[in-house]
């Protein structure tokens, strides 16, 4: 919702649409516009007012905007005159969306200083709007405080004679100063009476020798009032050749509004800007419903989002499930956040979701039937099946909740059948729900058809809320029946017409169906531990090599060191033996040789 400006209207002409292009700037400029709130980036957003009526109403020679509205013109005046100057600042380069709405606004300088001088920032039209309004006032100011000097005299002289209560005081009536007097000494103080009080013991008397002082008064009033007039006029006079330009600038006013409060409203739901692809196609992660949402958190609970996926191999889906169960919940999240998407609003669902484009949208949910029009409800049904089937081509979309329900149930199948081949026949988009075993067993005889199934945990014998693709669901009605307390008699002879196998089938393929889901979340916690496993035997693989190739790097150090050992050891021996053979034998120095050899 607008804040400030009554743009319902603007909302309103925000059709649902099929251009591209136009969705995607739509949608920039409020995650532009939600960037900008989550920066703190000061923008003026309060100090506008919607003055397109005014506007429309000065545009006739002789008239004149009001004193109120042109209180209201200044702060907008000035807030259009930030806007401006932010579109053509360097915050072009991280808004430009925003920033190009301002291209092609202009609005004379001189309305703006106009505006700023005529009027002050309580609402009045200063003393210095002009000199005759100045000496007007000037003359108002010194008879009035003339009056009140001269009333003040008369009335403590009229307290000394006791005309006058002691605690009394001068009053106002019908904006003039007037002394409360006695009754009974009304006739001592000339002048004119203007009131009595309740119980008639007091007068309020305006003495006579202010009265024509006070109607001089009351003249420079009137005067004062027609300085403003004119003021107003000439002022009106100057700004109507700009209306045009004041009304272009109205509506940038008016679609930032709106541009705002769709970034707010996007903030609360916590929505975002998704890829968008021209063909017609859902990838969507965790979508919610908005109000759903909020109204389960104002709960103290929390949503189940909705993936869902459907592309020109899988079109339609047929969902199928327990009552209560979140059948319809699915089905009125897709209709909703496909239309806002295509009104230019941003979606509650997660970032990297992706969305297609479709060029109309077909919707069959409630129950339309009319006394006044001879409808019953599967009359109704069947006539928007009708409308559906003459217009829905390969680029449409259909939701139908409780398909073919409404009339005896083996011919409400059928027909529903035969409509639902027609329509994938001719390549249409669709999720429909159903209870109908002749619906869910078309997946597996017709491509583009695929079936969903609402899980329900039969440990528990409750929804889980949860829609997984690929099998259809059981509607559980035995099972809702016997938790609700339903009459264990009646149930028992159910189950005797339907066949206990029956049954137990339903509530077994629905059982696979969580366990399977239980299953699959173990084998992703088993890969990642696999994936965590695989990286040490990698890391201590790793380490292995470089330790292997580290030690033969030592004990090749290690043997050139020994070499160099056994070198020097040679040399040494040698060097010995020359030295005992030069000795010739000699005890003490042979002794000698040895010990430094050893």
């Known amino acids: 919702r607008s804040t400030l400006f009554p743009y319902t209207t603007l909302f309103r002409s925000r059709d649902f649409s099929t251009n591209r292009e136009a969705i995607e700037r739509q949608l920039d400029q409020t995650v532009e516009f939600m960037q900008l709130l989550q920066n703190g980036v000061p923008f003026p957003v309060r100090d506008y007012h919607d003055l397109r009526e005014a506007f429309q109403h000065i545009r006739i020679p002789g008239t004149s905007i009001s004193l109120e509205d042109l209180f209201a013109l200044k702060p907008s005046l000035n807030a259009l005159g930030y806007i401006l100057k932010f579109g053509q600042s360097e915050a072009r380069e991280d808004y430009p969306e925003l920033c190009a709405l301002t291209d092609g606004i202009f609005v004379d300088p001189m309305v703006f200083s106009e505006a700023n001088r005529l009027v002050d920032d309580k609402g009045e039209m200063p003393d210095n709007a002009s000199p005759e309004l100045a000496e007007i006032r000037r003359d108002i100011h010194r008879k009035t405080g003339g009056i009140e000097r001269r009333i003040r005299q008369i009335m403590s002289d009229a307290k000394t004679s006791g005309w006058v ?121 965790q979508a919610r419903h908005p109000v759903l949402e909020q109204k389960l958190k104002s709960e103290g609970k929390s949503i189940v989002p909705l993936d869902l996926n459907l592309d020109v191999e899988n079109r339609i889906l047929v969902i199928s499930g327990p009552n209560a169960g979140g059948k319809s919940v699915c089905l009125k999240t897709t209709g909703l956040i496909q239309y806002m998407l295509q009104c230019g609003l941003c979606v509650p669902m997660h970032v990297d979701s992706e969305c297609g484009l479709f060029k109309s949208l077909f919707i069959d949910i409630g129950d339309e039937q009319s006394i006044l029009d001879d ?72 491509e583009g058809i695929v079936n969903g ?68 979340k173990k084998e992703r916690e088993l890969q990642v531990a696999d994936t965590l496993l695989t990286e040490v035997v990698e890391k201590y693989k790793k380490l292995l090599s470089e330790l292997e190739g580290k030690k033969k790097q030592y004990l090749r150090e290690a043997a050139a060191e020994a070499q160099e050992l056994i070198d020097k050891a040679n040399s040494s021996i040698e060097r010995t033996i020359r030295e005992i053979k030069e000795a010739q034998a000699e005890k003490e120095r042979t002794k000698e040789i040895r010990q430094e050899l050893k």
Not at 200 to 228: C, D, F
Not at 390 to 404: K, V, W
């Open 165 to 285: 209560d002691p605690k009394a005081e001068l009053t106002i009536r019908d904006r003039r100063m007037v002394i409360p007097v006695h009754a009974s000494d009304k006739r001592a103080i000339k002048g004119f009476v203007h009131d009595e009080s309740a119980t008639g013991q007091t007068v309020y008397i305006e003495p006579s020798e202010i009265v024509e002082t006070s109607n001089e008064i009351k003249e420079l009033e009137y005067a004062e009032r027609r300085e403003v007039q004119r003021i107003l006029t000439q002022f009106t006079d100057c700004i109507r050749p700009s209306l045009p330009d004041l009304l272009k600038a109205w509506e940038l006013l008016g679609q930032l509004d709106f541009i705002r409060a769709k970034a707010l409203y996007s903030q609360s739901i916590g929505a975002i800007k998704p890829l968008i692809k021209e063909e017609p196609f859902f990838r969507w992660i």
């Open 375 to 446: 409808l019953s409800t599967y009359s109704s049904h069947l006539r928007n099946m009708k409308v559906l089937l003459e217009n829905a081509d390969e680029r449409s979309l259909f939701l139908i909740d409780e398909f073919g329900t409404g009339t005896e149930p083996q011919l409400g199948g059928a027909i529903a059948e035969a409509i639902l081949l027609e329509l994938n026949q001719k390549k249409v988009f669709g999720i429909v729900t159903t209870h109908y075993a002749n619906l869910k067993l078309l997946a597996d005889h017709h």
């Open 453 to 520: 199934a609402m899980l329900f945990d039969t440990k528990f014998m409750q929804p889980m809320y949860i829609m997984v693709t690929g099998k259809p669901g059981s509607s559980f009605a035995f099972e809702i029946a016997r938790k609700i307390g339903f009459p264990k008699e009646i149930l028992d002879s159910a189950t005797h017409i339907t066949g206990e196998q029956h049954l137990r089938f339903e509530q077994q393929l629905q059982q696979l169906e969580v366990d399977k889901k239980a299953i699959r």
